[in-house]
T-cell receptor
Framework: DTAVSQTPKYLVTQMGNDKSIKCEQN?????MYWYKQDSKKFLKIMFS???????INETVPNRFSPKSPDKAHLNLHINSLELGDSAVYFC??????????????FGPGTRLLVL | AQSVTQLGSHVSVSEGALVLLRCNYS??????LFWYVQYPNQGLQLLLK??????LVKGINGFEAEFKKSETSFHLTKPSAHMSDAAEYFC?????????FGSGTRLLVRP
């Protein structure tokens, strides 16, 4: 019954590795997002997708590549992981934006630690 | 550009006391404002949101917030804190295809 789910919940890996995080929503939403929460708890948008199309790429390095195979899924692939990529990554979804008043529903987060 | 500022990275209250978490916004257009709560090692849960209807918004768990245009504020309150309210609270402004978050306020509740 989980509305927005992410796998894995925890990810510990070495610098230089490539990893993926998966996100799925069963809310029937058209729009999905990736946010990054840093060690100071600050949350910042990374990507927004609407109907599988990229809408926002908020100056994220090219090593990060989102992919949306369908409206219910938005995956995040990260190449050549760096220490600074250590963070909590949250997936979210919403109905199609209506000027910013739509509620975004968040997944439980993926805690990435790069050693 | 839109932004939100949360005053106080930590707020400590006694159980049963009033909770007041401050949020001020900056926006050139009428804002849509949100409060989310994050419990330890969990995702974000919506507490309440303002979308230009009533200025006093009631949310879950006894929280409410009042939109004050003259003060550009959207402070979160709860009359009586409970131990289970201890968490991180985020104010956010909605923009097309993203939420812009404040820096968060950690609420500590003392027995």
């Amino acid at each position: 019954d989980t509305a927005v789910s992410q796998t894995p919940k925890y990810l510990v890996t070495q610098m230089g590795n490539d990893k993926s995080i998966k996100c799925e929503q069963n809310l029937g939403h058209d729009t999905m997002y990736w946010y990054k929460q840093d060690s100071k708890k600050f949350l910042k948008i990374m990507f927004s997708y609407n109907n599988k199309e990229l809408i926002i790429n908020e100056t994220v390095p090219n090593r990060f590549s989102p992919k949306s195979p369908d409206k219910a899924h938005l995956n995040l692939h990260i190449n050549s992981l760096e220490l600074g990529d250590s963070a909590v990554y949250f997936c979210a979804s919403s109905h199609a934006p209506a000027g910013g008043k739509e509620t975004q529903y968040f997944g439980p987060g993926t805690r990435l630690l790069v050693l | 550009a839109q932004s939100v500022t949360q005053l106080g990275s930590h707020v400590s209250v006694s159980e049963g006391a009033l909770v007041l978490l401050r949020c001020n916004y900056s926006s050139s257009v009428p804002p849509y404002l949100f409060w989310y709560v994050q419990y330890p090692n969990q995702g974000l849960q919506l507490l309440l949101k303002y979308t230009s209807a009533a200025t006093l918004v009631k949310g879950i768990n006894g929280f409410e917030a009042e939109f004050k245009k003259s003060e550009t504020s959207f402070h979160l309150t709860k009359p009586s804190a409970h131990m289970s309210d201890a968490a991180e609270y985020f104010c956010a402004v909605g923009s097309s295809y993203k939420l812009i978050f404040g820096s968060g306020t950690r609420l500590l509740v003392r027995p």
